[in-house]
């Protein structure tokens, strides 16, 4: 049996940009990308925890050292520039490997964005 798990979290990113006008997708700092293993083009479910909104859409790379946390077409209504969200991604795995398996997690700056050491 497979189930789907937690494999990547950013736990509490602040929005930097909204841009109605481009196709989809949510842009994220690379260094963000890295820390929580996260690549372009993967699935991810994002969590306002401002309004309460929970959508899915796909990353794309921003610039690096930005901080950015940009919600691009769509997704852009769902969110406003300063709301607190947190990026989420699953993967699918046998059920005895799920069990042992750890997540990456990061805990962003909020007021920046930047990795806490």
Request: glycine letters at 6%.
């Amino acid at each position: 049996m497979r189930i789907e798990v937690l494999k990547s979290k950013i736990h509490r990113v602040t929005v930097t940009e909204a841009d109605l006008n481009y196709i989809g997708s949510i842009t994220l700092d690379p260094l963000l990308m890295e820390a929580a293993n996260m690549i372009e083009g993967e699935k991810v479910q994002v969590l306002n925890c401002n309004n309460g909104e929970r959508f899915e859409t796909y990353i794309i790379t921003g610039e690096k050292g930005s901080g950015v946390v940009c919600l691009n077409g769509p997704a852009a209504r769902k969110v406003a520039v300063g709301d607190i969200v947190i990026v989420c991604s699953y993967a699918s795995m046998e059920f005895e490997e799920a069990k042992t398996f750890k997540p990456w997690v990061i805990f962003p700056d909020t007021a920046s964005n930047k990795l806490i050491k």
